[in-house]
Structure formats: C-alpha cells, structure tokens
C-alpha cells in the first residue's frame, strides 16, 4: 500500500517538477524488528557529524521520531531503528522506492572527537547503532578502541561485522550466554579492567537504565564516561523544551546542548520517570470523537455566531463562525468613515491597513476591491482577522469606540470575513508568478516561515525578488502551527495563506534547520540579504521543585503536541499527550488561555489557572479570556505556584502555591507581585502547564555568533529597519522583541521588506 502511494505521490510530484526527497535507496534487517534503511538526503548528509540524528515523520502528521544518523554517502544517510511502538511499526512497512514525509537535521551537537589513548564504547541492543560513526571516527583519531556489544540473545546482536572491523578488541555480552560472555554489558566493563587495559574515557548508548548502570560502572572502575540521552522529543529543535534532563545543577534539552552529556551528572532516576509517561496513553484507544453539528445561536450584543460553550467545549472545532454577507455589509454600514484628519484607526495597526477605504468597499458591497486594499497591506489576513488583539490596536482607537455610547467597529470580524471570501474566489484561479534569472531583483533568504518570515517574503517577491524560506519544522506557519489551536485558528486557514504567499513565487523548504542542515556561510554566498524571523523558541519554567515530574508541561509542548501533531486525534494520528483529570495552567497571557481551554477539550474534568496578578493585569485577549470562562474554566487571581509535588512513580499529584499581594508598578507598568508569608495551599492536579513566556532559541544564534544579541539574548536589530550588526542582515519578531503578536511580527516583516530592497537596490553584486 505504501509503495503504490508513494510512487504515485513521486510520479505526482515531478511532473510538477518537485523534487523528491527522503526516498529509501536500501531497506535491510539486521534482527527481529530492527532495520537499516538508507535515505536520500543530501543536504543533511553534507553536515552530518557523528553523534548526531535527524527527526524523521514517516507521514503527514506522524509522529517525530529522533534517529541517529549511523553512517552517510554523499546523498544518503543511514538509519537504524527498532519497532516499539505504533510510529516505528508504520516506519517498518516502507520498502524500496517509499519516501519519509519529512527528515529534519542534522540536530544535536557532534560528538566530541579527539585522540584520547584508550577508548571504551559500550552499546547496548539497538544502541550499537549509534555508537558506530563514534567508533570509526575515534578510530580515525588514533584511538585505540575497545568496543562492547550487548544485547539479550545472539539472535538480536547487530552490526557485529562492522564492529569487528573497526575495534582494536571486541567483547559481546548476551543475557542467555547464546553467545559471547554471559552477562551484561556491565560485567564486559570489568572484564576489560580486570585484564589490565587502562580505559581514558568511554561512551555508553542504549537503553536508559543500561546507561545508568554503566554510569555507576564506570564510576567504580575509575575513568570517565559519555552518555547520548534520547529522551521524549516533540520537534528536536530545542523549541518545545519536552526532552529537558537534570545534568548536574542545570536543566539541559537533550536535543540542543546534547544529546550527550557526562554520565554522572545526569539525574537518572527523574529521567527514567518521564521516558515512562506515556505508556499508557500508547497502550490505549481512544473512541472517535462524535461529531456534532454546531448550533449557530445569534448572538445579542455581539452579532457574530459562535459555538454554544457547552458544545465547543469538547470538540477543537473553530469557535466564532464569522459573519455572513448582510451581517458584515451591516456591521460595515457603522463605520463613520472619519475624515483624515480623524483617523486614528490606521493609526492602531501595525502595518499600517487602509481600514476605511477596505470597509466603505464591503459596505457599498464591492467585494473585489474591499479585498484588493486589505491584501495590499496584509498579506495574512485570514489569521489577522482571528488572532490579533484587535480592542488594543485598530478598534481600541476606534472613533466610534471613544464616543463611549457606541462599541468600536468590529474591524477584525470584517477583516476576517473579506479575507475568508477572498481566499474562496482564489481557490479557483491559478495566479502563480513565474521568476527567472533575468527577471529577478536579487535573491533573499528567509530564515523562518512564521508571521514575519512569510511577511517579508510576501512583500519582496511582490516587487520582483526570489525569495526561498527556510523552516526547520516539518510544516510552515511557525506560531500560527504549533501555537495556536484549531479553535482559535484552523490550520487550513492557516496553509491557505501560506499556498498565497507560495503562489506569488516565494519557495518555502521544510526540514532545515540553518546553522545545521545549511550554515550561513553557504546562505551568504547563494543569496544576497538574510532576514531571520525564528521567533523566540525556548520555553521559560518556574524553577520551582518537582518541575520534571511527569505531568509537567511546557505550554510549547503541550500545544505543539496539540497542534501541530493533532494529538487531539489520538490514536487516529501517532502522537499523543497526556490527558489530564485536574489540571493546572499557570500564566496570564493568550497562551495560557489556549492551553487550559485546549486541555478542557482533551477531556479534563477541572481546570485552573493561576496568576500572579489580578484580572486587571492580565496580557491576556478579553475575547479569548471570555471564551474561557464561558467554557468552565477556573481562575484564581494573585496566586504563585512555589513546589509540584509528585507520588513515588515520580507522577503529578499536586501543585503547591502561594497567595500574593499587589505592590508598586514594575518595569512592564503593572503592579508588581509580593507573596503573602504562610499562605501556601496546595491544588490537586496530575496535569500542570507552565505558560510564562519563552526565551532565544539557540540552535541559529549558536551558529552565527557575529549577530549582537541583547541583555535579554534576544537578536538587537534597528527598531525601524530590523537591521542587525551583521550587514545584509535583518531580522524581526519574537526573536528580536521577545514575545509578541502576530500584527506586529508581521510588522516588523513589512519594515524590513522595504530595508532589504533598499539595500539590495544600492548594492553591485552579492555579500
């Protein structure tokens, strides 16, 4: 069945001329349920390094399973994985001539290779794999190489010809003494002590309490040892903070600063802990959900129709539905339609719409043009006109609105129901630009396919320029993907905009993660200006004892897991999430709002957020926090959790918090929080979300170390332009402001769009 579909999808495929990647050239296998398949994938096998892996999704919407790369050609890299599970158990059935969905990489950090002396690698059953690439380029070095093969009985020992070939000594342990020592990979340890080799440092990979006992191993024998953590990864890009160890004092994501670490600093026991949360949610199945139709109940003050709560509730279908013809010519017939010198709502929007002029052409019903204006400003509409925080931007200075009798026009909801007629008219016409080389401006890189990165895309190749995005995540739309749920914000909505932006020539590559599977030396030679809109990508915990308990989320996991890999359909897809009974969400912004009211719909019987502030204080959208409410969910107003507290399987039972008090305003102008001293309680939950906020991601800033970053390890860009301290690049959004909106991603797109051109116009030749 695969090869039938995936050869058609190929034939498909080049005829359009797109190239396909990912295809298997070889499938072998090496034991009971353990193969060797190599891939085609040339870019990731130019970089590759040992130590290193990939994220491979067999399908749309598999789930992304962390592979080491064992060995490469000059367009191939190999993998060996195991079936244990639903994922890899797909992944067994392609053969010769399939492809993977998608193969991101390489990710992690390259082993440490050196001449040391004596060197001992351990692996252990399906760990051999990875120690392979370790072992030759050690062996490479001048090493002498002591290898260890273990595994439960002779009939599931791989790669022993290889090893054999390599290794100065070769010890095999099997559990059932079928075949070498009897024992385990441990006992190998002693015996090449014991017969007098002085080991200077060694690597271990395999199963975690393998590891662990090797660790111990290595400690009594006295010489240091290097192990590969390959926890439970969601993205592999360090963006979700779901593969976090304890590695000494620190909190470490396995797939950034590792994925090896010093053994005897890791904390075991937590790890193993969290390896097992999700073994019962795989076990299970879940019924397929019911599909209900929606009741449309016109609303009274607000005349938009929405889901009833008690339905929406339980389901992840959008929301509000939008206005119709005659509610959204109505609804445009309140516009005053201000004078220039009292127009104050352009004013609100950060870039900068016609508002007037999109709405006197819906209400004098010239669809058309109402769309041509909005789309000449606003090249993602259809998203804008859902998320963006209209009441403190467009309609918050909205004449009518100040008047204080009337409510603001709903400007997003028109917005929206433009944008949504538009995107049905384009489905039936094919307007796609064609670039060539001599009809091209220059050529732009753009790292990121989030709201500013799609932005300036759109923008540049608007006026003539080839730009090409690259995104590390298997699909486009950064934020707008893995953040936002499909009530707020259908994906289909979502890959509409993008299909728009592509059909103005813009080329968009999934899977590469700059600075690993491309540098950005190879970008500045091929391209004449970057623009980087990665957004900021690392989750912000608490700090507060029991964090890594299992039940703990980030908000970027938890909606990535949500989102991104519809985990809400589990097991319909492959990726799944923990469901909570009793939930607990901390945080005042739109993402804590999402996360409570997406883990009510995933079928939590309670719900609770706390904040440090009050109500008043809070950054959250009054729409969305409405919504909340309606829906059931708890609030609890200036409360801090301090301590998560767990049971011996290392589970969630409770999260203890604290009463605050209100003091003097701090840097952001709110009131700063002061705890209140002995006014702990604890809630119950097996479930907590921690939604305060991200940091800089590092994978891309690692990488180009010459960008100027700011105290807050964000990129420093011109406010104006984007410009930052490296010429011919620019960047915008998240990862210059830290956390913000859509809009003003977008924003900062535009500005540094028509920067670009600027400067690209003025140039002769490439950097």
Same mark, same amino acid.
């Given at each position: 069945?695969?090869?039938?579909?995936?050869?058609?999808?190929?034939?498909?495929?080049?005829?359009?001329?797109?190239?396909?990647?990912?295809?298997?050239?070889?499938?072998?296998?090496?034991?009971?349920?353990?193969?060797?398949?190599?891939?085609?994938?040339?870019?990731?096998?130019?970089?590759?390094?040992?130590?290193?892996?990939?994220?491979?999704?067999?399908?749309?919407?598999?789930?992304? !399973?962390?592979?080491?790369?064992?060995?490469?050609?000059?367009?191939? +890299?190999?993998?060996?994985? @195991?079936?244990?599970?639903?994922?890899?158990?797909?992944?067994?059935?392609?053969?010769?001539?399939?492809?993977?969905?998608?193969?991101?990489?390489?990710?992690?950090?390259?082993?440490?290779?050196?001449?040391?002396?004596?060197?001992?690698?351990?692996?252990?059953?399906?760990?051999?794999?990875?120690?392979?690439?370790?072992?030759?380029?050690?062996?490479?070095?001048?090493? %002498?190489?002591?290898? +260890?093969?273990?595994?439960?009985?002779? =009939?599931?020992?791989?790669?022993?010809?290889?090893?054999?070939?390599?290794?100065?000594?070769?010890?095999?342990?099997?559990?059932?003494?079928?075949?070498?020592?009897?024992?385990?990979?441990?006992?190998?340890?002693?015996?090449?002590?014991?017969?007098?080799?002085?080991?200077?440092?060694?690597?271990?990979?395999?199963?975690?309490?393998?590891?662990?006992?090797?660790?111990?191993?290595?400690?009594?024998?006295?010489?240091?040892?290097?192990?590969?953590?390959?926890?439970?990864?969601?993205?592999?890009?360090?963006? &979700? #903070? #779901?593969?976090?160890?304890?590695?000494?004092?620190?909190?470490?994501?396995?797939?950034?600063?590792?994925?090896?670490?010093?053994?005897?600093?890791?904390?075991?026991?937590?790890?193993?802990?969290?390896?097992? @949360?999700?073994?019962?949610?795989?076990?299970?199945?879940?019924?397929?959900?019911?599909?209900?139709?929606?009741?449309?109940?016109?609303?009274?003050?607000?005349?938009?129709?929405?889901?009833?709560?008690?339905? %929406?509730?339980?389901?992840?279908?959008?929301? *509000?539905? #939008?206005?119709?013809?005659?509610?959204?010519?109505?609804?445009?017939?309140?516009?005053?339609? &201000?004078?220039?010198?009292?127009?104050?709502?352009?004013?609100?929007?950060?870039?900068?719409?016609?508002?007037?002029?999109?709405? $006197?052409?819906?209400?004098?019903?010239?669809?058309?043009?109402?769309?041509?204006?909005?789309?000449?400003?606003?090249?993602?509409?259809?998203? &804008?006109?859902?998320?963006?925080?209209?009441?403190? @931007?467009?309609?918050?200075? &909205?004449?009518?609105?100040?008047?204080?009798?009337?409510?603001?026009?709903?400007?997003?909801?028109?917005? $929206?129901?433009?944008? =949504?007629?538009?995107?049905? @008219?384009?489905?039936?016409?094919?307007?796609?630009?064609?670039?060539?080389?001599?009809?091209?401006?220059?050529?732009?890189?753009?790292?990121?396919?989030?709201?500013?990165?799609?932005?300036?895309?759109?923008?540049?190749?608007?006026?003539?320029?080839?730009?090409?995005?690259?995104?590390?995540?298997?699909?486009?739309?950064?934020?707008?993907?893995?953040?936002?749920?499909?009530? $707020?914000?259908?994906?289909?909505?979502?890959?509409?905009?993008?299909?728009?932006?592509?059909?103005?020539?813009?080329?968009?590559?999934?899977?590469?993660?700059?600075?690993?599977?491309?540098?950005?030396?190879? /970008?500045?030679?091929?391209?004449?200006?970057?623009?980087?809109?990665?957004?900021?990508?690392?989750?912000?915990?608490?700090?507060?004892?029991?964090?890594?308990?299992?039940?703990?989320?980030?908000?970027?996991?938890?909606?990535?897991?949500?989102?991104? /890999?519809?985990?809400?359909?589990?097991?319909?897809?492959?990726?799944?999430?923990?469901? #909570?009974?009793?939930?607990?969400?901390?945080?005042?912004?739109?993402?804590?709002?999402?996360?409570?009211?997406?883990?009510?719909?995933?079928?939590?019987?309670?719900?609770?957020?706390?904040?440090?502030?009050?109500?008043?204080?809070?950054?959250?959208?009054?729409?969305?926090?409405?919504?909340?409410?309606?829906?059931?969910?708890?609030? /609890?107003?200036?409360?801090?959790?301090?301590?998560?507290?767990?049971?011996?399987?290392?589970?969630?039972?409770?999260?203890?918090?604290?009463?605050?008090?209100?003091?003097?305003?701090?840097?952001?102008?709110? %009131? $700063?929080?002061?705890?209140?001293?002995?006014?702990?309680?604890? !809630?119950?939950?097996?479930?907590?979300?921690? *939604?305060?906020?991200?940091?800089?991601?590092?994978?891309?800033?690692?990488?180009?170390?010459?960008?100027?970053?700011?105290?807050?390890?964000?990129?420093?860009?011109?406010?104006?332009?984007? *410009?930052?301290?490296?010429?011919?690049?620019?960047?915008?959004?998240?990862?210059?402001?830290?956390?913000?909106?859509? +809009?003003?991603?977008?924003?900062?797109?535009? %500005?540094?769009?028509?920067?670009?051109?600027?400067?690209?116009?003025?140039?002769?030749?490439?950097?």
């Amino acid at each position: 069945m695969h090869y039938w579909k995936n050869t058609l999808e190929k034939i498909l495929k080049k005829n359009k001329g797109v190239e396909v990647l990912f295809e298997i050239s070889e499938k072998k296998k090496l034991a009971q349920d353990v193969y060797s398949v190599w891939v085609e994938a040339p870019k990731i096998a130019a970089h590759a390094q040992p130590g290193q892996f990939v994220i491979v999704i067999a399908e749309e919407d598999g789930e992304r !399973i962390p592979l080491t790369i064992v060995d490469k050609t000059e367009d191939n +890299i190999r993998l060996i994985f @195991q079936v244990v599970g639903k994922s890899t158990r797909k992944m067994a059935t392609f053969e010769n001539g399939d492809s993977f969905a998608h193969v991101v990489g390489p990710l992690g950090s390259p082993s440490e290779i050196d001449y040391y002396g004596t060197v001992l690698l351990i692996g252990g059953g399906i760990g051999v794999a990875p120690i392979l690439p370790i072992l030759k380029a050690l062996k490479e070095k001048g090493n %002498r190489v002591i290898s +260890i093969m273990g595994a439960r009985t002779a =009939d599931l020992l791989i790669l022993e010809d290889e090893f054999s070939q390599f290794s100065d000594k070769l010890i095999i342990t099997t559990d059932d003494g079928s075949k070498g020592m009897k024992g385990l990979v441990t006992d190998g340890m002693k015996k090449v002590v014991s017969d007098g080799e002085e080991i200077d440092k060694a690597w271990a990979i395999g199963p975690v309490i393998m590891m662990k006992f090797a660790t111990k191993t290595a400690q009594e024998l006295g010489f240091p040892i290097i192990v590969s953590l390959n926890p439970i990864m969601v993205d592999g890009t360090g963006m &979700c #903070g #779901g593969c976090r160890v304890t590695v000494g004092d620190n909190v470490k994501f396995a797939c950034v600063d590792g994925p090896e670490f010093e053994g005897e600093l890791v904390e075991w026991d937590e790890l193993l802990k969290r390896l097992g @949360q999700y073994k019962v949610e795989e076990k299970s199945s879940l019924e397929e959900k019911k599909k209900k139709r929606p009741k449309k109940i016109l609303r009274n003050k607000v005349p938009v129709k929405k889901q009833p709560p008690e339905e %929406r509730k339980h389901n992840f279908r959008e929301v *509000a539905y #939008g206005y119709c013809l005659e509610e959204a010519m109505m609804e445009a017939d309140r516009c005053l339609q &201000c004078p220039d010198s009292a127009y104050n709502c352009i004013e609100g929007c950060p870039v900068g719409i016609d508002i007037r002029g999109f709405i $006197r052409e819906l209400r004098d019903g010239n669809l058309t043009k109402s769309a041509e204006i909005l789309k000449s400003y606003n090249n993602l509409p259809a998203i &804008c006109g859902r998320v963006c925080p209209q009441e403190n @931007q467009c309609e918050g200075v &909205c004449t009518l609105g100040k008047s204080g009798a009337f409510e603001p026009v709903a400007i997003g909801r028109l917005e $929206r129901f433009v944008a =949504d007629w538009e995107r049905v @008219q384009r489905s039936n016409q094919k307007n796609n630009i064609q670039l060539t080389e001599n009809n091209i401006k220059g050529k732009v890189a753009v790292v990121g396919a989030g709201p500013a990165g799609l932005t300036v895309a759109a923008d540049l190749a608007k006026i003539g320029y080839y730009v090409k995005i690259f995104e590390a995540l298997h699909k486009p739309g950064g934020v707008l993907t893995y953040g936002i749920p499909e009530f $707020r914000l259908p994906k289909e909505i979502v890959f509409e905009e993008v299909e728009y932006v592509k059909s103005l020539g813009v080329e968009i590559e999934t899977d590469v993660v700059v600075g690993k599977t491309i540098t950005i030396d190879e /970008m500045k030679e091929e391209f004449d200006a970057i623009f980087i809109g990665t957004g900021a990508g690392t989750p912000k915990f608490l700090n507060i004892p029991g964090e890594n308990l299992n039940g703990v989320y980030s908000s970027s996991e938890f909606l990535t897991r949500v989102n991104l /890999m519809k985990a809400y359909e589990f097991p319909l897809v492959d990726t799944p999430v923990k469901i #909570g009974k009793h939930v607990v969400v901390v945080g005042g912004g739109n993402v804590a709002m999402d996360a409570s009211r997406s883990a009510l719909r995933l079928g939590a019987e309670a719900v609770t957020v706390v904040y440090r502030r009050t109500e008043q204080e809070m950054p959250a959208r009054k729409e969305e926090y409405e919504n909340a409410v309606e829906e059931g969910i708890n609030f /609890m107003w200036l409360t801090n959790p301090i301590e998560c507290k767990g049971n011996e399987k290392g589970e969630l039972t409770s999260v203890v918090c604290q009463k605050m008090k209100l003091g003097e305003p701090d840097s952001s102008g709110r %009131r $700063r929080p002061i705890p209140i001293e002995n006014s702990y309680f604890e !809630i119950p939950a097996d479930l907590f979300i921690v *939604a305060i906020g991200q940091e800089s991601n590092k994978v891309l800033l690692n990488a180009f170390p010459e960008l100027k970053l700011n105290k807050w390890g964000y990129i420093e860009a011109d406010p104006v332009t984007g *410009a930052t301290s490296v010429e011919g690049v620019w960047a915008g959004g998240d990862i210059v402001t830290g956390a913000a909106t859509v +809009i003003e991603a977008m924003g900062a797109g535009k %500005r540094s769009a028509k920067a670009i051109d600027e400067y690209i116009s003025s140039k002769v030749g490439k950097f």
